[in-house]
Every structure is written in structure tokens, then in C-alpha cells.
């Protein structure tokens, strides 16, 4: 355990960064989801309109730093290209 004072208040940082970052990663994870199942089962509207979501919800967690521009770039341009075979 730390004994500085800056040390602890690094790792109570630390803890409270972990925990933002990764409840934006499972809602991404969440929406690419339903994406991809109405991929799956060949409704172009249901998918339309969950990559419509998703994209913002990707988005929004690029900008806030939790994933890499291109890292979201890519996500949402493999979505769009899964969603725009099946429309």
C-alpha cells in the first residue's frame, strides 16, 4: 500500500478512471451487439436504427478519451458495411 499521500490519491483516481472507462466499453459492446443481431437476422430496419445509436454511443467514447479515434473509426465502418449489405 502507498504511503505518500499523492500515491494514494493516484490509485482512488486511478479506481474511479477504471471503472468510467470500462462501464462506456461494455455499453458499446452492448450496442454493437444488437447491431450486429439484426444483422443477423436480416432486419435492415432494426439495424438501421441500432447503428444509428451505436454510432453515437462509439463516438461518445472516443471523444472521451476511452477508445482511439481510429479504433472507433474502424468499429463504426465495419457496422455500417455489415448493415449496408443486408439494406
Do not use: F, P, Q, W
Amino acid at each position: 500500500m502507498a504511503n505518500i499521500k499523492s500515491a494514494k490519491k493516484r490509485i482512488k483516481v486511478t479506481a474511479t478512471k477504471t471503472a468510467r472507462n470500462k462501464a462506456i466499453k461494455s455499453k458499446v459492446r452492448t450496442y454493437v451487439r444488437k447491431v450486429e443481431e439484426a444483422v443477423a437476422k436480416k432486419d435492415a430496419e432494426a439495424a438501421k436504427t441500432a447503428l444509428r445509436e451505436a454510432v453515437s454511443v462509439i463516438s461518445k467514447a472516443g471523444s472521451k478519451g476511452v477508445y482511439h479515434k481510429n479504433t472507433c473509426a474502424r468499429k463504426i465502418s465495419r457496422l455500417s458495411k455489415a448493415v449496408n449489405e443486408i439494406a
